[in-house]
């Protein structure tokens, strides 16, 4: 069970401490519960004020009044107030930089609740058995809203420390009617039941996982709060707007295109406008790329970008290409524009680790030389010979197909002469015939000579 203790920032069980009957969790790491304390060196400063900040699972932190002025430390195990009964955290903040805390995120010290008491071995009992309910619990949650067939996920769930309330996360794209369902879960669970809707970067954050860049995903490991991310500031960096590059396992924009978003946006503050095309005596020039960074934009002549030259440009020149342009005046060319020496390489990106090419296993094979020093290129021949061969067969296909139909229309048109002239010959024979037939019936009769 020990996953279910890393979702509260624990990398094991708080343990009872050396004041008897007290709990504290004296393990810091690495998560996103955490706050760097950066008065920890002034002396005193947890002594200012009362009020704590405390930790719970996952996201969840709460803002309290310590006003039994109970001596709390960063690590405590306390009971706070809750609706209803009291919850179990560990406390995560004191002194002066909660108030900062609360300013950051907008909370007032009107409606703050108390600090009931550190906690005691059965408030501790009771939070253990909780926290090793959970897994469970999801299982058998899923299940109910598989039977119920609801458009809905259940993604988390969260038992107060006294077990007396459930408080489940669930992500929907519609409007869920779960009264149902709640009636359903309390018969199973006997305890009080809360819904609770998230977004899809909420669920990242509780389910965790893997990143594209290999690390653990920011929002699982630090990120506590998010920001909208929109395009543009995937237009600002240069970046290619793929949808499915673009996009994290939340389905939504990837959060760290903001981290740089500022250094871009104050690099192209005095940037010109990129669709005013440069024109010149050689014609028009219209942008492709720019190096934010480097200052140099790339321009070529016709928008057909396969099969133009780039031509790099300081932003300067740029600019002031483009103040001419607004004058009529109308520049000789980009190349002399530029201020490059003909020949001069382009500095750019060099492998100074020694570490090889990600495109290693792409390279063609190389070329051959023979021993008078000419190329040669089998593939290229064998292709060549093979595409010939395979014209060569079409044709020849060819050409016996138009003989084969040449060949039947002929013997088709024979057949049908020689059927023609048999039936010219039957017809002839039939009429031969009838004439005979005729002439006999016609012969006049002789009186038969007497016998002597």
């Not at 934010?292 to 290409?321: A, C, M």
Request: include cysteine; charged fraction near 35%; hydrophobic fraction near 30%.
């Amino acid at each position: 069970m020990i996953d279910q203790y890393i979702t509260r920032g624990c990398l094991k069980k708080p343990v009872e401490s050396v004041e008897e009957g007290k709990f504290r969790y004296d393990y810091p790491g690495c998560n996103k519960l955490n706050v760097f304390d950066w008065l920890e060196t002034i002396p005193d400063h947890d002594l200012a004020g009362n009020l704590v900040e405390v930790r719970f699972k996952n996201t969840r932190k709460g803002y309290y009044v310590n006003n039994a002025d109970v001596p709390l430390v960063k690590g405590d195990v306390v009971a706070v107030e809750a609706s209803p009964g009291h919850d179990v955290g560990i406390v995560s903040l004191t002194g002066n930089l909660v108030a900062l805390q609360m300013k950051r995120y907008g909370v007032t010290n009107g409606n703050l609740k108390k600090v009931y008491r550190k906690a005691k071995p059965n408030d501790v009992e009771k939070w253990y058995q909780a926290i090793e309910k959970e897994p469970e619990t999801i299982r058998m949650a899923r299940q109910i809203v598989s039977n119920l067939r609801l458009e809905m996920k259940i993604s988390d769930v969260e038992f107060q420390g006294d077990k007396t309330k459930a408080t489940f996360y669930y992500i929907s794209d519609e409007r869920v009617d779960f009264r149902q369902l709640i009636k359903e879960y309390a018969d199973t669970f006997r305890v009080r039941i809360e819904m609770k809707q998230i977004g899809a970067r909420q669920e990242a954050g509780k389910v965790g996982g893997i990143g594209t860049c290999g690390r653990e995903l920011c929002c699982a490991s630090w990120m506590s709060s998010f920001i909208s991310v929109s395009t543009s500031a995937a237009r600002y960096q240069e970046v290619s707007l793929n949808p499915q590059k673009l996009a994290g396992q939340c389905g939504k924009l990837k959060c760290c295109l903001n981290y740089e978003l500022k250094c871009y946006i104050e690099a192209q503050a005095d940037f010109p406008d990129t669709s005013i095309p440069l024109e010149t005596e050689q014609g028009k020039a219209y942008h492709n790329k720019t190096d934010v960074f480097r200052r140099i934009f790339w321009y070529s002549f016709g928008k057909d970008n396969e099969n133009s030259t780039f031509i790099p440009l300081d932003v300067d020149v740029v600019k002031e290409i483009i103040r001419l342009n607004r004058q009529g005046i109308l520049v000789k060319g980009l190349e002399a524009s530029s201020g490059r020496q003909v020949g001069e390489p382009v500095i750019n990106y060099q492998n100074a680790v020694g570490e090889d090419s990600i495109n290693r296993f792409e390279e063609k094979r190389r070329k051959k030389k023979n021993k008078s020093g000419k190329i040669r290129n089998e593939n290229r021949g064998n292709r060549e010979n093979r595409e010939n061969r395979e014209s060569r067969e079409n044709r020849e296909n060819r050409e016996s197909r138009e003989n084969r139909e040449n060949r039947e229309s002929r013997e088709n048109r024979e057949s049908r002469e020689n059927r023609g002239n048999r039936e010219r010959q039957w017809k002839q024979e039939k009429q031969g015939k009838q004439e005979n037939r005729g002439k006999q019936e016609n012969k006049p009769e002789f009186a038969q000579r007497p016998k002597e």
